[in-house]
């Protein structure tokens, strides 16, 4: 069989992944990562302050009252920008001691180039609270684990050396702040080994007296022009703005204004020349800030030109439908956890996922750095950007710091072309619901060229939303497929809209928006000593039979726009990737690619689902049995993880030996208030019904795994796999058949047989 030439590319590309030598031993004996932090915001005067800093734990909180702001030497050395939990931080603490409050030091002297300029000191990324002090003062603070920060030091600084202290408060047990899948003790399940302070690259950078702080990157590809909005920093007046743009080498457009602190320039492009998926084509872009014949400023950037259109249940770039077969990256490192070893690594990484027929990725759980944004814009790489939100625990009083941090990130991230997509949060719960309202309305006030989800799985709170998603680990290919096919053709009964009862809103139903189900397989494999989700395949023939199964379910769906594969590397004890934590592929990757790149339904026609009907009103529902959204309607079950006799969902069986628990049951996951570990739980709870005759009747649930639900001993649903949201099933007929005036009894079993585990339900009629 011939072998497509990019696969080809791709396989070359990946064997420097395995050749790679010792990092640790070069990162000390050299600068590590040494590269421009910013390709898409660079000057050339700068100094990366990477490589060897003083660092000491603070175990007692007290380092501002023993003097450790300036002049004292600190107990340990530190490669940054690796942290401390790191091997190549040189202290490979790990999750083996709580790291609080840390302390790092270091002294610079400015080049020559940069003496006399405005000089800013940049921190990439610092993990999480931050106290910059220059020379003894406080020069500058930080709130937030994944946006980069900067000070400007100017007043601060000597001649000679000068000296550098950084003090970092990480309380990710307070429940206050995001640490997405970093663990707070040692590594399980999902979670894996954290990450505390500096995690990315520290650099001083020389400016002028005035100077261009930021700008955003609007592509015209309709008229063929970048609209671009600037803001200046700086006193200066009677100043110019010019604004070039260049194709391989050759101005092909230009715009100049008197410069303000807002300034809108419009380029007018010669050339056009689209960035595509897979045949990326970057636009240079110089900015010069000057004052008569003085270059007061000067930066680099570049551009892609490509847009983004939703129409109806299509997903369109550049006008065209482009079946978005994304990998799930999380971005860890065996070495490094949070950072990358090298820029060569990252790029790797995104060459890895091509090599498997991918396209993308969604980046989960964390912020990527601008390096890895820059190689995804030069690869033609389409990505979604997320947040670390896991931890804050739905407390309002980390709501205000969430949504500072993303308004950061969204305006040092949005002149990517790569990132198509804004997902600020994973699997969230119904009652963080406000905080989702607030950061997409931030999302869409900031950048409204991009589509944005509120949340990836589980809970939607968004009634008219511009597309949707959902999760799904159904290991049967069959009843995925199947589940996916009728989830767009679904019988008549089950609503179209989404479904509010006291005042929450469960699963909306096709909306007749864009649709991707944005993860799926977790396929594990070599999970000795770890787990994957499900049961893991025997035999490798058997993975790929799976593998193919589950793949094809998505690519012959002509109304999914895209899936999401679980995912790219094994990471600690999670093994379900499609290749192991060290970047050494598990699996034949020419038959993996195969499988992945085949054109998709979605890419060769329209499609096809009908456009969903509307109710005029929404329906009032009345709650028999709360789910832990309704509050005080959610009442105790009584329960067993003991097989009981065989009648126990009747309505006569005595259950009063049973123990009693509120919802939800399950184990490892925020939320749960009844612990259940084992494979099986049954549930038992009586409820009145006034009798009057119901026009709907629904079951809102939550399950993982296999679920069955009695009602007066007779079974009225049954579901298999899971679900990470709660969802509603009609189920008017079967209830009107059993209930009855008076008392009615409901009993749940469910079976779990490995991963996490979860129960809760909700009884509704109109």
Known sequence: MTLRPSFVRHLIVLLAVFLTVNFHSDLLASVPRPEHPRPDLQRMSWLSLNGEWEFEVDPAGDGETRGLTSGKVLGQKIVVPFCPESKLSGLGFGNSQKLKDVWYRRSFELPKDMLGKRIKIHFGGVDYQSWVYINGQLAGTHVGESASFDCDITGFLTRGTNEVVLKVMDDMWSGLQPCGKQSGYQSYSCFYTRTTGIWQPVWLEALGSSFIENFSLVPDVDHSRVIIRTKIDGQDCGLTLRADAYANGKQVGSETVAAANQNLLVIDLKEKVLWNPGAPFLYDLKFTLSKGAETVDEVMSYFGLRKITIEGRKFLINDKPVFQRLILDQGFYPDGLWTAPSDQQLENDIRMSMACGFNGARLHQKVFEPRFLYWADKLGYLVWGEYPNAGYGNQRGGFSAVVNEWTEILIRDRNHPAIIGWCPFNENFEASGELQKMVWNTTKAIDPSRPALESSGWTHTLMQPELRDAHDYTEDPI?????????????????????????????????????????????????????????????????????QGTIDAMLDNPNLFGFCYTQLTDIEQEKNGLYDYDRKPKFDLRKVYQITSRKAAYERHEPDAPQPSRFKMEPKWKVL??????????????????????????????????????????????????????????????????????????????????????????????????????????????LRSVLKSGTNTIALHTHQSGGGQYIDVALLVN
């Not at 096709?510 to 025997?538: A, C, H, Q, R």
């Not at 023939?541 to 593998?547: H, I, N």
């Not at 939800?664 to 009145?688: A, V």
């Not at 005759?693 to 079951?699: S, Y």
Request: aromatic share 14%; net charge negative.
């Open 479 to 547: 009843r995925l497929k199947k589940r996916w096919v009728n989830y767009f053709n679904a019988p008549s009964e089950k609503p179209k809209v989404p479904v509010r009862y006291t005042g929450q809103m469960v699963a909306a139903g096709d909306l007749g928006v864009p649709f991707m189900v944005s993860e799926i397989g977790g396929i594990g494999w070599g999970t000795s000593g770890g787990w994957s989700y499900g049961n893991g395949p025997k035999t490798e023939a058997e993975f790929f039979t799976r593998y």
């Open 625 to 734: 049995i709360g789910a832990v959204q309704d509050g005080d309607l959610c009442r105790p079950f009584k329960y067993t993880t003991q097989k009981p006799t065989d009648d126990w969902m009747s309505v006569n069986f005595t259950d009063k030996n049973w123990r009693e628990g509120r919802p939800p049951f399950g184990n490892e996951i925020d939320g749960i208030r009844t612990s259940w570990k084992s494979e099986d739980i049954y549930l038992r709870n009586n409820f009145e019904y006034d009798g009057v005759p119901l026009n709907t009747g629904g079951l809102v649930i939550r399950y993982d795994e296999d679920t069955e639900v009695y009602i007066n001993g007779v079974r009225v649903a049954e579901f298999h796999g899971f679900i990470g949201d709660y969802q509603l099933n009609v189920i008017t007929d079967r």
